[in-house]
């Protein structure tokens, strides 16, 4: 058998399988497009293989993405065909203008998402949000789109 060498992911990312949603934890030191894609694209592939129609999101990520590459990265994940999925984020580094911004453009993309720097407000926002976590594959309206599709997008 060949060694393959496989680098380091710059963040790390753990999900957790919860009764009424997934939950996903994602830290990084430092954040650019390349990465925040990364570890979306791991999120969406987690929602595509569960079925999950919720997800919580603990972002512990100490840079931010410039203005530029949240609207661009928040757009490609409005066209990924999740946007039956509610998207509830706890941000560490919570700042209300610019998480704001990045709500905006992905509610007028018409993605269900809110950002919070609470946690047990984000919770509480997620389960208040219709459907159940598990659905039948038949009748996930995007099973069809797989997060490949997303990352392929450039």
Known sequence: MKNVFLPARPYQLYFEH???YLFAYVHSETISFDIARGYWVEILSMLH???YRRVLIEKDVRARLSAHDVFTLMSELAHSGYNAVSFAIFDHQYDVEKCTFE???GTNRGLKVKIFGDLPCTEQWLLGQSD???VDPNHFPHASVTP???AARG
């Open 18 to 20: 919860r009764p009424d």
């Open 49 to 51: 293989q569960r079925h």
């Open 103 to 105: 709500e905006m453009v």
């Open 132 to 134: 159940g976590i598990v």
């Open 148 to 150: 490949r599709a997303f």
